[in-house]
């Protein structure tokens, strides 16, 4: 309740009823105070002598005096103890109500804690007078600006909308678009709030208005603003593009300052009773058809009461004109993210695996990704691009293994088979027989040992051994690898395996079997 100094005419007429005879109910409602204050001045009153037997008389100035001084003591600058006690605490109070805005009922029981006991009538007083509590700061008329500049934009909660995809109603919202010099407006039915649907909403703005504004003034949205830093907000990189790709700019309104955007402030509420309330809506589709229809009808033909003319006119006299052109095409909302490179080369974006060059691996980079490319930085510096790929899709480019590893992480098995045959005709013949299965990846490992023997032996002495293996029929790494040990590969091919029909695996050289009966003929 706030304290009202009772003044002395009051007092004289609380006085008066009692003497009438009315009991202090009455006499206060007569009066115009509390029953309580008018039960205090009686009392005093009756104190003094007082009496009802005395009639009217008895209420001179100096009786009303006495009672006044009784009731209500001389106090130094018009306050009592409690005030000088708050005094004291006025800095402790401040920080509490600007820095921590706390509640009075709170600070009160902070103070309590403290041992400083004040009614809360007095401490409300207190913070009022002295500390700015509940003072609304003089709000200043702003200059609306040149005629197609400036657009606030806020979200407002309307209520529940049928959703078929899930069967239930959920809680829609509306963006709303509002022309600062015309007040021409726009309104944007969405259940969420995030990115793609302040997107959404802006385009569909452009479309309903005709052309861009060139200076965009919202709320801290989430999707919008990463830091509200009074002067240099942080915007999210998605805004940033959006907004560099349509050409405005964007300033936004502070955290909890209404002021900054007023021209749309006011008009959420006026868009949830005159639209939504009483309505029933079929779905999303719906309640937006019907929503465009009333910002063109009804909220665009009133006679606004600041500029006293209609937003739809003014705006497609002064503005229309102003604003930068529509755009031609679709947004492509992109993806930003800022995934590691993992060891296999590769990161991970919207669920698909995309490669990046090996001396990556391990750091971070930056990725834009829209419905078509998807392109990596690091460091500023674009060094990959790929196509979109689906969730679990995946793109990689062989150039971003290091030499040798991509025939075999990509399982490409031509590639391997060419790297052999530049080692020699029999080695490329040698490796394409080992990867002739119905599986080749499975065989790619030995093709590799092939390949290592070719490093350590040289090419001419590989190819001369895998040249002597086919002629024998012999498909085996390992036999390779022994013939080349043993330097055998330049051994003529025994005679008996050169027989019709195809080289025989297992013949032998007849001077082996001479050499057995030599040996025979000396034992006897």
Sequence with gaps: MVFREVAVIEIREVLRCWLGGVGLRTAAERA?????????????AVAAGLTREGGEAQLTDELVGAVVTVVRPARRAGHGQAWETLLVEEPRIRDWIERDELQLTNIQGKLARRGIAVPYRTLHRFAVERCGFGRRQPTLRVADGEPGVECQLDFGRLGLVPDPDTGRRRVAHALIFTAVYSRHMFVWVSFSQTLPAVIAGCEAAWAWFGGVFRVLIPDNLSPVITDAEPVNPTFTLGWLDYAQSRGFVTDPARVRRPRDKPRVERVVPYVRENFFRGEDF????????????????????????????????????????????????????????????????????????????????????????????????????????????????????????????????????????????????????????????????????????????????????????CARALDLDVVDVTKIARMLEQAREHEPTPAAAKVIGGPARFARDPGEFQAGQQFQAGQQ
Aim: hydrophobic share 45%; charged share 25%.
């Design 32 to 44: 115009g105070v509390d029953r309580k204050t008018a039960r205090r001045y009686v009392e005093a």
């Design 282 to 465: 079929l779905d999303l589709t719906d309640a937006q058809r019907r929503v465009e229809a009333w910002c063109a009808s009804t909220a665009g033909l009133r006679v606004h009461g600041t500029h006293a003319q209609r937003p739809a006119e003014l705006f497609a006299a002064a503005e229309a004109a102003a604003l930068l052109p529509a755009p031609a095409g679709r947004y492509d909302v992109p993806i930003f993210a800022t995934p590691k490179v993992a060891r296999d080369h590769h990161v991970e974006v919207a669920r698909g695996l995309y490669s990046v060059p090996g001396e990556l691996i391990g750091q971070r980079v930056d990725v834009r990704a829209d419905s078509v490319l998807v392109k990596i930085y690091s460091r500023g510096q674009l060094v990959k691009t790929h196509p979109r790929k689906p969730p679990g899709g995946r793109s990689t480019d062989p150039g971003d293994y290091p030499a040798g590893r991509a025939e075999y992480a990509l399982r490409d098995a031509a590639t391997l088979t060419a790297k052999a045959a530049a080692a020699g005709p029999a080695v490329g013949v040698y490796a394409a027989r080992l990867l002739d299965i119905p599986l080749p990846w499975t065989r790619m490992r030995t093709v590799y040992r092939l390949l290592g023997l070719v490093r350590t032996f040289g090419p001419a002495a590989v190819d001369a051994a």
